[in-house]
């Protein structure tokens, strides 16, 4: 099975399959102690982030949402807790083995995700498009199961703009993240988290590529500088047949 090696900024990143084995078995190395992980390399910034991710939806209480990507679920809480009803869908069994949350688990690919055709409200993604092999098939699986007016919330990392901020992070992200990762969990899997940064396109192509998909509305938020950043959208409606 292919496995992410963390390398220099030489080695290639992995693609095609060999991604999704790689990514899979990473995430499933590092299960165990993700989130202590996360909350101390963001300093629990990213409980914010997940908490907005979930109101900036904007749906009205008990609407249904799809988590992609749910990990540990993190985020399903914060749905819950937003008065939303969760369904989180993971590719890692060891992700989904470690989960803390009551909403309904899934074992699935992002790009064939277990719903039919404009079954749910709303659908999120955290930290996981620059883990997808392919980012234009997910974003139209998500506008296939998402209903007409529905919304998608994608956080994912960014980098600073500010040249002091982007000197910065690029300092923490690429250093002191990696050393972090490598006291608390596996090594390899923090070294390669910076470089995997590498296959976010940039700015406004990714928003292109959301409107190209079927979304209308289409929104960047960053929170702390740029370090993090909120992409919102909703689902076009199809004009009606009076309206052809």
Not at 139 to 152: D, S, Y
Request: charged share 20%; net charge positive; proline share 7%.
């Amino acid at each position: 099975m292919a496995r992410l090696t963390g390398g220099g900024a030489g080695e290639a990143l992995p693609q095609g399959a060999a991604k999704v084995q790689a990514v899979r078995a990473m995430f499933d190395a590092i299960a165990p102690r993700y989130d202590l992980v996360n909350r101390v390399m963001t300093l629990r910034m990213d409980v914010g982030w997940r908490r907005a991710t979930a109101r900036a939806l904007d749906l009205p209480p008990g609407s249904r949402v799809a988590d992609v990507a749910a990990g540990t679920g993190d985020l399903c809480r914060e749905l819950a807790a937003a008065g939303l009803r969760a369904v989180g869908v993971d590719l890692s069994w060891g992700m989904l083995a470690h989960a803390t949350t009551d909403a309904p688990l899934v074992q699935a690919d992002a790009l064939q995700l277990p719903f039919p055709g404009g079954s749910v409200d709303g659908l999120t993604c955290g930290f996981a498009l620059r883990n997808l092999v392919d980012l234009d098939a997910f974003l139209a699986e998500a506008a296939r199961v998402l209903r007409p007016g529905g919304r998608i919330g994608l956080l994912e990392v960014a980098t600073p703009a500010n040249p002091v901020l982007r000197w910065g992070h690029g300092i923490y992200f690429g250093r002191v993240v990696p050393r972090i990762g490598g006291l608390l969990s596996d090594p390899a899997a923090y070294r390669y988290l910076p470089r995997s940064v590498a296959y976010l396109p940039a700015t406004p192509d990714l928003l292109a590529r959301i409107r190209a998909a079927g979304f209308t509305a289409v929104e960047r938020r960053v929170f702390n500088g740029g370090i993090a950043q909120l992409l919102t959208a909703t689902r076009d409606t199809p004009p009606g047949p009076e309206r052809r």
